[in-house]
Each structure stands twice: as C-alpha cells, then as structure tokens.
C-alpha cells in the first residue's frame, strides 16, 4: 500500500490529453512538500520528468506538465505520443516517516 | 555527461549479504547527496535511503523496511557510492538503483532524483 495513490492503469489515444492523479494526505503532499514525476519506459531505469511540483528539465517536452493543489498533484500529458506509453510514478516526501521519500504506486499510460 | 553504473547483484541465499557498488562519473560527486531505490519484479518503485554530502557529514537516513539491515557508505576520493546489505530475505529481491539528489540553490532545494544508473538485479533464493 502506497503512501501516495496514484490509478493503476491509464489510456488515451495519440493526441489526447491525459491526466495522472496522485492523492496523498496532510502529511505528505499537505504539509508542502515538492512533488517530483518520474517516467520509466519498459526495460528502462525512471527519469525525472518533473519536479518542484511543476518545473520540466531542459529535455523533457513541454508536453508534459505538473501541478499541485491541497493534498494531490496532477501530471498532464497534452497531445499524447506512441513514445509516451510508459509506467509514471509521483514522489514526495512524508513528516510521519521523518522526511522519508516516497512514491506513489505508479500508473501505466497506454497509447490505443 | 552524468553516469551513474551499479555492479556486485546477484544471487544470494535468504539471510546472506551482498554489496552493491555505484561508480558515478560526470559530476562533482562529493557535492551531492546519493540514494538507492529498488523495484521487485513487476512492482512500483521503492526508497531505500540516502547519504548526504560531506558538508553534511555523510550522515545517513534508510526506509523502514531496510533499517538496521542495509547500510550505506560512500567514497568520495573514488566517487563510488555502497549498499552494503545484510540478513536479506526474499522480499528484498529487486533491481537496485543508484540515483543521484539534485543540488539545492540559492532560490530553491526540491532534491528530486535527476539522474538514475541502470540499475541491478539482486535476488534472494535458495
């Protein structure tokens, strides 16, 4: 059981917009702590897509997008790509377990 | 450019050690803080822990499920950071990450993980 949830499982057709939820609590996400995105292509090692909750490294699309409100945060994928099919994963930080990271359980994005 | 490449997985019997080794070239590695994170087969991501820098005396902090088992170290004259785990049960099968902590600045400190190795298969079995 995640810390943070994430759905399991996502689909889209290329061109679409598609949005990932990751829910946490009070004292995760809540408490202010930054939210980091992660993208791991099958086979691959993850790689920081996003992070302070909405800032993209200088080589990730600017198709990809973060926010964050409350206790959640989103990652959208605007004009969805055959190359975007992957698992995402959300990241945090949680007070209840003394500044630990955590991550959510990850979702996968399929392109029909 | 930024290359962060574990070694020393394998297979172990429930309740030996193994140690993991991350040699990381391209960077200034004594400057940063280092973690490793593991994934089981077919599953999401997991924190282990992490070393922070010199500055900060190395000092280190692990998840729950590896506290008192799993010890990390780092030598910063080679820029090789460890694991060095310990009574390992099967449940700790997984392929290990090295990944680095961003740097914080003078305006922000976010410590996201901006550069992973490929990672190592560690398996506990008998």
């Known amino acids: 059981q995640s810390v943070l949830t994430q759905p399991p499982s996502l689909s889209g057709a290329p061109g679409q917009r598609v949005t990932i939820s990751c829910t946490g609590s009070?004292?995760?996400?809540?408490?202010?702590?930054?939210v980091h995105w992660y993208q791991q292509l099958p086979g691959r090692a993850p790689k920081l897509l996003i992070f302070?909750?909405?800032n993209r490294p200088s080589d990730v699309p600017d198709r990809f997008s973060g926010s964050k409100s409350g206790t959640s945060a989103s990652l959208a994928i605007a004009g969805l790509q055959a190359e975007d099919e992957a698992d995402y994963y959300c990241?945090?930080?949680?007070?209840?377990?003394?500044?630990?990271?955590?991550f959510g359980g990850g979702t996968k994005v399929t392109v029909l | 450019e930024v290359y962060l490449v574990e070694s020393g997985g394998g297979l172990v019997q429930p309740g030996g050690s193994l140690r993991l080794s991350c040699a990381a070239s391209?960077?200034?590695?004594?400057?940063?803080?280092m973690d490793w994170v593991r994934q089981a087969p077919g599953k999401g991501l997991e924190w282990v822990g992490r070393?922070?820098?010199?500055?900060?005396?190395?000092?280190?902090q692990y998840a729950a499920s590896v506290n008192g088992r799993f010890t990390i170290s780092r030598d910063d004259s080679r820029n090789v950071l460890y694991l060095q785990m310990h009574s390992l049960k099967p449940d700790d099968t997984a392929v290990y990450y090295c990944?680095?902590?961003?740097?914080?600045?003078?305006?922000?400190?976010?410590?996201?993980?901006?550069?992973w190795g490929q990672g190592i298969l560690v398996t506990v079995s008998s």
């Open positions: 990944a680095r902590e961003s740097e914080c600045t003078v305006a922000n400190c976010y410590r996201d993980l901006d550069y």
């Open positions: 391209g960077f200034s590695f004594s400057d940063h803080y």
């Open positions: 070393t922070r820098n010199k500055v900060n005396i190395h000092s280190t």
């Open positions: 009070s004292s995760n996400i809540g408490a202010g702590y930054d």
């Open positions: 302070g909750n909405n």
């Open positions: 990241q945090s930080y949680d007070s209840t377990l003394r500044d630990s990271r955590v």
